[in-house]
């Protein structure tokens, strides 16, 4: 760990590293929609909001970050467990929110798994807050 860590835009030629990494991050599931192809297509609808945290060639954090036009999304938040609480994931975060703020976006939304008590902890300590009165649904294409 240098403590120099660098973040720039996320890009296809970061997946392997990022896969790498969120496999190792508890609480991420990795599913349909995180293979290389619709990753790649992902970063080219939204240009410049995913960010990748590095300490020299070393991939150290990862936020997936888009936008549907009207909302926000950040996907895959990960940092390394040895960077864990040096607020990195914070700086990922904020320099996700700042792309979308210049995209015009007024609202971000988040999913946290219910069994991920960490990373609940994590977002409610940057000041996101549970929506109540709804509840998740999706359908398999």
């Known amino acids: 760990m240098s403590g120099n860590i660098d973040i720039r835009e996320f890009s296809i030629n970061d997946y392997d590293a990022a896969v790498e990494l969120w496999q190792r991050v508890e609480g991420l599931e990795i599913a349909e929609g995180d293979d290389r192809e619709s990753v790649a297509q992902f970063l080219a609808r939204n ?25 926000g999304h950040i996907y895959h938040l990960a940092v390394d467990p040895a960077y864990q609480g040096r607020g990195l994931g914070k700086r ?15 609202r971000v939304i988040i999913m946290v798994a219910d069994d991920n008590p960490r ?18 649904m999706g359908i398999d294409l």
């Open 47 to 71: 240009p410049g909001l995913s960010r990748v945290a590095t300490d020299g060639s070393a991939t150290v954090g990862i936020a997936l970050c888009g936008h549907d036009g009207r909302r």
């Open 92 to 106: 990922l975060v904020d320099e996700c929110l700042e792309g979308l703020r210049r995209a015009g976006l007024k």
């Open 119 to 136: 990373g609940r902890e994590f977002w409610k300590a940057c000041g996101w807050v549970e929506i109540t009165g709804t509840i998740e």
